[in-house]
């Protein structure tokens, strides 16, 4: 059995791309315009999401990995600059600002929230000898506190570029992200919030670093194709810098479009399945769940769980019984520390990452995805109740809570 065919039946997949039905008609009208990579469907998508985030300015590009490198090439910092990331983050994103000319310096996370803290990143910075940027996230969709993170790492909110690839409709307090630091870095990937398959986005309050962004994304020229194609355009056009290649293509952008009119009824729906999971799980011994935040809004891009030993069960067990029922689960994310390209370029605290690799060990990602149904979520629910029996004591405890 390829591994295609084994994820086709899985009963309860990890992750499936939910598609709206205007997006095949969408994705013809452009195949049929006479006008394929950026262009005329790109502008309007960055208009309309630009809306929906309540942002200024919104420049797709290829992906989120290429909007973060194209941030921090903007802040125009000297070769091998210091920026601080989060120790448990994606490899990619770490790997941008590694293009970008930049050294990593790792915060370590909190082992109860899985994330970097104003004293991690306070740590780290001071050990660094002082950080010049910072790259910080929403991990799971949880809003982080992007202001109180800089101030801990010494910097301005000017200085940060939010990696927001989980975080499409959270809330820091009552702010959406999108507007909250210099540049925030959407991703439209197939498993992300809103599934583009690929591509990705920059938003941010400044004209200027949006300009910029535009530029950069597309060899450094400083006018694009179809500008220089409008009626009246002209061919000329400089290159001042070096750029990279990572415009989006109008076909994605059409997707993108026809997507977004569905993101609202998708949230609302990812926020049910956290409620019901929450409730359905609250009573597995050694299961600990994630939170709402105080303040804010969750995107529920992941439900992260973490397996601790009063579970009963480890959680490379329980992953792999789970998979054996048919249920696909997955690990966000290997610390950076665990990879040898990571342990070379990267400056890392001399005592370790005692946080990461703690919540290494338990965290476990359950399948969550706006096309999931009820009846999904309680095989997931059922089979967890049956796998994570508890320990001797955790039995014990629960049952002198009998009445
Ligand atoms: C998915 C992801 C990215 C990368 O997104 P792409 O659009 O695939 O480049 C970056 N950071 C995090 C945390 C992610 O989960």
């Given amino acids: ?136 996230l929403h991990f799971a969709g949880y809003p982080a506190d992007v202001a109180a993170l800089a101030e801990a790492a010494g910097l301005t909110l000017d200085q940060v570029v939010e990696d927001a690839a989980h975080a499409l409709g959270t809330r820091v307090g009552a702010e959406l992200v999108g507007g909250l630091s210099r540049a925030t870095c959407f991703s439209f990937y197939a498993t992300k919030n809103l599934p583009i398959g690929e591509g990705g986005a920059l938003t941010t309050r400044d004209e200027e670093v949006a300009a910029q962004a535009r530029v950069t994304r597309l060899h450094g020229m400083t006018s694009d194709a179809w500008r220089r194609y409008l009626p009246g355009g002209s061919w000329q056009y400089s290159v001042e810098e070096a750029g990279v290649k990572a415009n989006l293509s109008d076909v994605h952008a059409a997707i993108g479009r026809a997507q977004l009119r569905h993101l609202d009824a998708w949230q609302v729906r990812r926020h049910q399945i956290a409620g019901r999971y929450a409730a359905g799980l609250a009573d597995v011994p050694g299961l600990v769940l994630p939170t709402d935040p105080e303040t804010g809004e969750h995107a529920w891009h992941l439900y992260v769980v973490r397996v601790t030993p009063e579970s009963g069960v480890t959680r490379d067990d329980l992953s792999r019984l789970l998979a054996e029922r048919g249920i696909g689960t997955s690990v966000h994310f290997i610390p950076l520390h665990h990879f040898p390209h990571f342990r070379d370029i990267c400056v890392v605290p001399s005592g370790g990452l005692p946080g990461a690799d703690a919540v290494f060990a338990e965290t476990l990602s359950l399948p969550l995805h706006q096309g999931l149904a009820d009846e999904d979520v309680d095989i997931v629910v059922d089979a967890l109740h049956e796998l994570a029996p508890g320990t001797t004591s955790t039995m014990n405890r629960y049952q002198e809570a009998l009445p």
Avoid at 56 to 79: M, N, Q
Wanted: net charge negative.
């Fill in 1 to 136: 059995m390829t591994s295609a065919t084994s994820r086709a039946q899985q009963s309860v997949p990890f992750s499936r791309p939910v598609v709206a039905p205007e997006t095949g008609p969408a994705v013809e009208r452009v195949l049929r315009s006479g006008w394929l990579t950026t262009g005329p469907e790109c502008a309007a998508f960055e208009e309309e999401l630009a809306a929906w985030l309540e942002v200024p300015h919104a420049v797709t590009v290829a992906s989120c990995t290429a909007a973060i490198e194209i941030a921090f090439r903007g802040l125009r910092l000297p070769r091998d600059a210091k920026v601080l990331v989060p120790a448990v983050t994606f490899c990619g994103a770490v790997e941008a600002v590694r293009h970008a000319g930049l050294v990593p310096v790792v915060a370590d996370v909190e082992p109860d929230t899985g994330t970097v803290s104003p004293r991690t990143c306070a740590a780290a910075a001071r050990e660094a000898g002082g950080v010049q940027a910072m790259l910080a």
